[in-house]
């Protein structure tokens, strides 16, 4: 029996990300949102349709900001691929807690996202995911970088001074 | 990843330094590949990314032109679309200019047509040089051969046809950089969750050179000691410098505004130690 497979596609980070970089701000807040958006490098939706296309035939693909049937056909899948423009889903936990909510017990929930990448999503990958939304939202790790920076390049500078490096 | 698949990916996206790797688009427009407007808006962007490098003459403060000049035979391996072998060229050296990528050698052909210059562009395999023993008196190779999945054998083959007292520089990408540890490994690799889908050689060859699109089919950084210890049997003392020119993005991208912030002079001891390049030079024994 062929199974049912449905693709969801969803913008509703990447709207405003999309408009700073287009804007080209230079507002703390738009540098904040175009240093996200390229680092994340999401597709658009021609290429996640495309992408969704040649992995999963005839399956439909459904824009959740355009589509309302997407609640409909989730509930009777077998599959849910859940469309990732970037790597790791920004913007996407309010739609993966929809999709828990509405599918059956045994439908599979999915990723496919525009690294190209294709693997099943359970509880510990959505965990996984969200805690590097947060990381890579907060720049935890790029405070602490710049925080290290400021605090040993006096050293690096001394140290090349003292060797007569300029 | 063989040769033949390195060779058809260049071909079919060679290094323009355009907006799109591959692509002939830069920021004030589009342009015709194989025109001179082309040659002259790639080499703009090119010298762009290496100012610190440039004195005079683009690259002077690393290529000895002064040491080779007329009557020098000088061997490039990996000429991409032909900027520094053009540079030899107006400089006198009797230029020898090699690439896997047919494209490669037809564009540097064109090149020296259209700027009235000599030289001898052919396609040949780094691995497999087709001259004999000793030929030349300098032989460089600018970001290319960390893209060969056999780097010893690349580097053999240079050293072979290197004249006994010849000089050598070549341009590597450097594993222990900000770049690779932040911008892969760190961002690429656990961030965004490629680690659990590619091992270290996909990662960076995915996230290196054409990383806004797909990725390119190898790229493998080196340390120095892994460099030094290839041409130990044919170089005594090999200089090592870490070329910083990448520090500006790699700043940009750790933290919005951060590169652009910075006076040069904070910005040069990491350069110096964890830039995205090595330069390596010294004479064969």
Known sequence: MRQKIIGLYSTASWG??????????????????????????????AYMKSLFDSQ????????????????ALAGSADAIVLLYPDSIGFGFSRLEKEVWRLKTGWAEVRVLNGRRRDFLLNRTTLRALRARRWIEQLMLAEFLMTAIFVCVTPLLLMADFLRGRR | MSNGDVQQWWAENPMTYGATHGQTRFEDGSYELGTQDFFERLDRKFYSWNLPLHGER??????????????SQVLEIGCGLGTMAMNWARNG?????????????????????????????????GNRLGFPDDSFDYAYSWGVLHHSPNLQQSLT?????????????LMLYNRRSILYWYLIKYLEGFLHYENRFLGPLALASRYSDGDREEGNPHT?????????????????????????????????????????????????????????????SGRKS
Request: net charge positive; hydrophobic share 40%; proline share 8%.
């Open chain 1, 16 to 45: 405003a990300m999309q408009e700073a970089s287009r804007k080209k701000s230079r507002s703390p807040l738009g540098m904040y949102r175009r240093a996200v958006q390229y680092k994340a490098n999401p597709r658009d939706e």
């Open chain 1, 56 to 71: 999963y035939p005839g399956a439909p693909f459904v824009n959740v900001q355009q589509d309302n049937s997407w609640r």
């Open chain 2, 58 to 71: 683009p690259f002077d403060r690393l290529f000895p032109y002064n040491r080779y000049g007329a009557g």
């Open chain 2, 93 to 125: 050296a009797a230029v020898t200019a090699v690439d896997l990528n047919p494209t490669s050698v037809e564009q540097t052909r064109q090149r020296f047509g259209l700027f009235g210059l000599k030289g001898n562009v052919r396609l040949m395999d």
């Open chain 2, 157 to 169: 083959e240079m050293m072979r046809v290197l004249k006994p007292g010849g000089e050598f520089g």
């Open chain 2, 220 to 280: 493998w950084p080196v340390s120095k000691d892994e460099v030094r210890g290839i041409l130990a049997p044919y170089c005594r003392n090999v200089d090592v410098r870490v070329l910083g020119t990448d520090l500006d993005s790699s700043l940009t991208m750790l933290l919005p505004g951060l590169g652009l912030v910075l006076p040069s002079w904070a910005k040069k001891p990491w350069a110096r130690r964890l830039g995205w390049s090595l330069w390596l």
